[in-house]
């Protein structure tokens, strides 16, 4: 049960939908950071995203943001770019202090500029925020699993800017 009164969206859907002051500026930035333009694909952007909030142990967002990943391709975490940057967005996730020169040197040894490493950080940065939300707040998670999925489809298509629910 959440700790305040929200609609019966799970995860942030019901924040959003509750507090649309707050909710147009967070999609905006959603929106910037997982489809803006970018070095980086919104395949690669959301699975750094998912990985960000499965680190912090935010089920509804890294079980959203993986379906999306998914949906729109999936990223190849065996990629030697998407690896080192994903090194970064751990570092960040835990305490951006972390990050050091040498993390840096090996995102960019394999291939990733400093937009990359610039939108990284922000994509961590930013999700260890949005998880912070869903979970502080003890948002509902999805009666039916399979709604991830149908979520991911509308997200992967319609972006951010959507209406929520």
Known sequence: MAHIDL???????G??????????????LAEALLRGPSPLTPAQRETIAAHVSRENGCEFCAR??????RELGGADA???TLRSLLVIADRVRVDGRSVSPED???AR??????????????????????????????T????????????ARALATGGYLQSPG
């Open 15 to 28: 924040l959003l939908a509750a507090h649309p002051h707050t909710a147009g500026p967070l999609n905006q």
């Open 7 to 13: 609609p019966p969206l799970p995860g942030i859907a």
């Open 78 to 80: 065996t990629d030697a």
């Open 104 to 106: 840096v040197a090996a």
């Open 64 to 69: 959203t943001h993986g379906a999306v990943a």
């Open 109 to 138: 040894e394999a291939g990733a500029d400093d937009r990359a490493i610039h939108d990284t950080v922000l994509i961590a940065a930013a999700f260890s925020m949005f998880n912070r939300y869903v979970d502080g707040l003890a």
């Open 140 to 151: 509902a998670l999805p009666a039916d699993p399979a709604d991830y999925d149908r979520h």
